[in-house]
């Protein structure tokens, strides 16, 4: 059994990608929770898609992917709020033009590279397994990032979360927090680029996060148990892809979807399975 | 501080004030005045301006002319001194906090950016939950509370910073007696103590009742004075407009709902004007 665990860790791409995939499963479920809780998913999967842009612009000139999908992503993120507190469009709306229109181009852009079909794959769904050490120490580097910020402004982000007019009237900055979440969505979703690709990024930012929130209350214990159903799920979802020999960040975020499942079925209180048990006596919902 | 000839300023101070939204004017040349530990009813009809006036004095909502003091000084100088309470349609209730952190809350205006939680922040927001009796429901997560409690806590939050101008936004809206009995004596309790309370509401027997003063809006004030002086049929017919028909009957106004647009209830007799109704 030990053997088994340790066995991979021969291998310096096994070291490599456990230690980027983890980075990006704590740095996406930190942010992750927030994402949940402001109901920005459809911002993530945005800033994901049109990141592609940014990578294919870097790969096509030889530059650096990482520093063209962040480039692309902070901008789409500011991009995506700008547009939506200033023309008179909701915010679905205009993160749906920047999806379609972002990826459309990324994808026109990459058409051009020689290895059209391999590159393209391994943007949509990552490549983890190929990461360089540069590549883990530039999206570890931004995952502790993310993770300083939100810790140093945690009391100001659940504030403006919460109720965003008392606090911008409390003196908390909730013009630049707005810009901020956004931002730090763009940079999380970049991290975990490698690790699950353009078309999965949104699994491992909301997944665990969602887990987590059936199992805990307070907010700080929904952080903490997002994190750790993040790693669980990334590190698991690597030996499944090791052994199975399955593409690893589809086997990731099946893990994580797993875990959900568990909780949304068998959660101690929030639970599916007891809560129909208890529907069946006496209604369970909430008070007025 | 202003005080011009040892004369104490006024809580609040509303002059000339015009705002709105969009280029549509909401608050039109509002003017009054506020003493220290007046308690001030703001009635009037949805999209009267009762919650831009708030927010107005809060500085949520910019004024495009006229001025707000608070205590002498421009209110944008003053957000120290203001709790506020905002509707709770406006509060998501689904948040993962508990009764305490909302009220930790409130000392957010007094900490400022990056610093942390201290012993007094605790306290405070410790005591303001004693004072609206929240404090045995510390622990619980605010979805878990009833319409009641829910008011309370976020009353909580409004105190915990022991504001010396208090702004309540609806506050009464959708509670039942008890509940808005409750949360009245706490209200008259924060006056004694030298608070001065400002609230928007839509029940005229609270203001008549509880209010040292109404304030009548729509859009401009109508009338502002003592409850027995200006909630007289002109003044309220002035005000609400087709949304309330007053019918007189055994000596008093009663005040009934026209149509509501938010459908909360079918027409139901408000008492208006002069003593309080017997229950």
């Not at chain 1, 952080?223 to 979802?237: K, N, Q």
Request: proline residues 4%.
């Amino acid at each position: 059994m030990l053997d088994s665990l340790l066995q991979p860790l021969d291998y310096g791409f096994m070291q490599r990608a456990l230690l980027a995939a983890s980075l990006a499963g704590i740095a996406c479920a930190v942010i992750g929770a927030f994402v949940v809780l402001k109901g920005m998913a459809f911002m993530g999967e945005a800033v994901a898609h049109s990141s592609l842009v940014g990578m294919a612009v870097a790969y096509l000139s030889g530059g650096n992917v990482f520093w063209g999908a962040l480039a692309w992503a902070v901008s789409a993120s500011l991009g995506i709020t700008y547009i939506s507190r200033r023309a008179n469009l909701r915010l679905d709306t205009a993160i749906g033009i920047i999806i379609a229109g972002g990826f459309a181009l990324g994808v026109v852009l990459v058409s051009q590279a020689v290895n059209y079909t391999a590159d393209l794959f391994g943007f949509l769904f990552g490549n983890v397994l190929a990461a360089s050490w540069g590549e883990v120490a530039l999206s570890g580097g931004a995952a502790l990032a993310v993770v300083v910020v939100v810790f140093a402004l945690y009391k100001e982000l659940l504030f403006a979360a919460y109720d965003s007019d008392m606090a911008e009237a409390s003196g908390v900055p909730v013009r630049f927090v707005e810009y901020l979440l956004p931002a730090l969505v763009a940079v999380t979703a970049v991290v975990a680029l490698k690790t699950v690709g353009i078309m999965l990024v949104l699994a491992l930012l909301v997944t665990p996060p969602a887990t987590a929130t059936l199992l805990a209350r307070r907010l700080p214990a929904i952080l903490a148990l997002s994190v750790a159903v993040a790693l669980a799920a990334v590190i698991a979802g690597l030996y499944l892809s090791f052994y199975a020999n399955l593409p690893t960040g589809p086997s990731i975020v099946l893990v994580a979807t797993g875990f959900f499942l568990l909780a949304f079925f068998f959660a101690p209180v929030k639970g599916l399975a007891w809560r129909g048990m208890a529907g069946a006596s006496k209604t369970t919902g909430d008070p007025a | 501080m202003s005080s011009v000839n040892g004369v104490k300023p006024p809580a609040l101070q509303i002059e000339g004030l015009w705002t709105g939204y969009n280029r549509q004017p909401v608050l039109e040349d509002v003017s009054f005045q506020v003493a220290v530990g007046d308690i001030v009813g703001v009635i009037g009809p949805n999209g009267s301006g009762k919650s831009t006036l708030l927010k107005c004095i809060l500085g949520l909502v910019k004024p495009w002319r006229g001025q707000i003091l608070v205590l002498g000084r421009p209110s944008s100088e003053q957000r120290r001194l203001l709790g506020y309470m905002p509707q709770v349609e406006r509060v998501d209730w689904d948040f993962p906090v508990t009764v305490g952190d909302v009220a930790l809350m409130g000392r957010a205006a007094r900490r400022g950016l990056l610093r942390r939680t201290t012993a007094e922040d605790r306290e405070a927001a410790s005591h303001a939950l004693e004072q609206v009796g929240m404090f045995p429901l510390r622990q619980r997560l605010i979805g878990e509370l009833s319409g009641g409690q829910r008011r309370r806590a976020l009353l909580a939050r409004a105190l915990a910073s022991n504001p010396a101008v208090v702004l309540l936004d609806e506050p009464m809206a959708g509670l039942d007696a008890t509940s808005q009995h409750h949360l009245l004596d706490i209200i008259g309790e924060l006056s004694a103590h030298g608070a001065t309370v400002i609230l928007s509401t839509h029940d005229l027997s609270c203001v008549s009742s509880r209010c040292r003063h109404a304030a009548c809006l729509n859009r401009r004030l109508v009338a502002f004075g003592k409850p027995e002086d200006v909630l007289n049929e002109q003044v309220l017919n002035e005000t609400f407009g087709t949304h309330l028909l007053l019918v007189h009957g055994d000596g008093q106004a009663y005040a009934y709902r026209h149509h509501s647009h938010e459908s909360d209830q079918p027409a139901s007799p408000v008492p208006a004007g002069g003593k309080e109704r017997t229950r």
